[in-house]
């Protein structure tokens, strides 16, 4: 460190050091900053509060779209019944084989979808937990 960057230190503690001394002087400072520090840590609060109500809310929203997507495939599996009747009866009709192929296809894709979303699902939850913890011991 240069001549120049030594002085700067010793200036800046300097300074530093009777700030420290006016502030712990003073009855009305400690308060002050006693006050400062509690409003500050109240605000943190808050805003982890609200950090943590987020993420439950966008966990309840992916356990929603897991039952929708539940309710649509039990669906689907009702109109492939239905599909591979027809398919049976009417066998010369290339209808219903597609409607079938078309049901197994989108029912692929919702257990990918479903898969996916559970994930998701356990992070989140993992992630609220945490946050929980955290709150309490704040």
């Known amino acids: 460190m240069s001549y120049f960057g030594k002085l700067w230190a010793v200036l800046r503690g300097l300074f530093i050091r009777a700030g420290d001394e006016v502030v712990s002087s003073s009855p009305q400072a400690i308060q002050a ?14 805003e982890m509060e609200k950090a943590v109500a987020m993420l439950a809310g966008q966990r309840e929203r992916t356990e929603m779209n897991v039952k929708e997507l539940g309710r649509e495939e039990i669906e689907l599996h ?11 009866s009417e066998p ?7 409607a079938g192929a078309r049901y197994l296809t989108r029912i692929k894709e919702i257990g990918e979808k479903q898969a996916q979303l559970n994930t998701d699902l356990q992070t989140q939850s993992q992630r609220v937990d945490e946050y929980k913890v955290k709150l309490r011991s704040f």
């Open 92 to 98: 010369d009709n290339p209808v219903h084989r597609e």
């Open 33 to 46: 900053t006693y006050a400062s520090a509690i409003d500050d840590a109240k605000r943190r609060y808050k």
């Open 78 to 88: 009702r109109r492939l019944e239905g599909a591979l009747t027809s398919a049976e």
